[in-house]
């Protein structure tokens, strides 16, 4: 089992910008792809990006792509999300996800088999 943590999370007004990031445990980082979903209060969890274990592939929910940006460095176990031009329906809790079977980039959150505990983002109007 990975254990994932996340970090970055805070409020920031519409317009402005974080960069989430999360840290995995073990040696196998580059292996597997790495994603990241959201979930608002009352609403499924969604999924919002993921990036493969080489860091060559992306793919992004139509709702972000353009201004969620992922990245890696397999040198340090850890993920980012860099998010600009945020909007109030951004605001959810973020959570990275891996998928330890594979590198390949995936947008089924059954395929990801490790989370982290979340953290919250919020962007005020």
């Known amino acids: 089992q990975v254990q994932l943590v996340e970090s970055g999370g805070g409020l920031v007004q519409a317009g402005g910008s974080l960069r989430l990031s999360c840290a995995a445990s073990?040696?196998?980082?580059?292996?597997?792809?790495m994603g990241w979903f959201r979930q608002s209060p009352g609403k499924e969890r969604d999924f919002v990006g993921v990036i493969s274990g080489s860091g060559r592939s992306t793919d992004y929910a139509d709702s972000v792509k353009g201004r969620f940006t992922i990245s890696r460095d397999n040198g340090k176990n850890t993920v980012y999300l860099q998010m600009i031009s945020l909007k109030p329906e951004d605001s959810a809790v973020y959570y990275c996800a891996a998928k330890t079977s594979s590198s390949l980039v995936s947008r089924r959150e059954g395929d990801f088999g490790s989370w982290g505990q979340g953290t919250q983002v919020t962007v005020s109007s």
């Open positions: 073990g040696r196998t980082f580059s292996t597997y792809a």
